[in-house]
């Protein structure tokens, strides 16, 4: 049992390169969300989706993309990488509503 | 959008002391979560408050959902080198189907 797990650990792209971050649960879970952390930010929610083929934004959408084919996985993809993009990536998830969410190890993205 | 106001923003303390950290919004919440994070790594739910008045332990860590809804507080008793990290509070909204983060407090503990 894995829990969450995302990918890659560490990116590095150039301004106007597109990549998807990848996340994965093995817990079942029908709620998984995507969040950003930046230096005395918090998490911020920028998608979230209750469910397979549901999704929906959070505070900071902008320049974000997600779909959600599948109970397990739900990628996100960034459709042409900006500097304000540069940040740490937690996906999360959790069996029911937004409660008790369980964390991936994050992705740490740099955009140059 | 909502926000939870978490202080203090960073803690700096003995080995053995107690520590005390709270969140408090405008907006009333039906759930108060409490995280940890370790340097490199993801948020860990350290504890879960779901009605007004709760007070839930883990160990040596004591969190209460506050009476009036609005607010919540962790603490932690006799820290150890251990207890250093980011600690988080999250609520969510009756209704909402999101969490909102407060900034986070950032402990450190001098041996």
Not at chain 2, 31 to 50: C, M
Request: charged share 15%; aromatic share 10%; glycine share 10%.
């Amino acid at each position: 049992n894995a829990g969450v797990t995302q990918t890659p650990k560490f990116q590095v792209l150039k301004t106007g390169q597109s990549m998807t971050l990848q996340c994965a649960q093995d817990m079942n879970h029908e709620y998984m969300s995507w969040y950003r952390q930046d230096p005395g930010m918090g998490l911020r929610l920028i998608h979230y989706s209750v469910g397979a083929g549901i999704t929906d934004q959070g505070e900071v959408p902008n320049g974000y993309n997600v779909s959600r084919s599948t109970t397990e996985d739900f990628p996100l993809r960034l459709l042409s990488a900006a500097p304000s993009q540069t940040s740490v990536y937690f996906c999360a998830s959790s069996s029911s509503r937004a409660d008790t969410q369980y964390f991936g190890p994050g992705t740490r993205l740099t955009v140059l | 959008g909502q926000q939870l106001n978490q202080s203090p923003q960073s803690m700096f303390i003995q080995e053995g002391e107690d520590v005390s950290m709270n969140c408090t919004s405008s907006s009333i919440f039906n759930t108060w979560l409490w995280y940890k994070q370790d340097p490199g790594e993801g948020p860990v739910l350290l504890i879960a408050l779901y009605k007004a008045g709760e007070l839930t332990s883990n160990g040596r860590l004591t969190a209460q959902f506050g009476i009036t809804r609005k607010d919540s507080f962790l603490n932690i008793s006799a820290s150890i080198p251990s207890d250093v990290g980011i600690y988080f509070c999250a609520g969510r909204i009756q209704g909402a189907q999101k969490l909102v983060f407060g900034q986070g407090t950032r402990l450190t503990i001098n041996p």
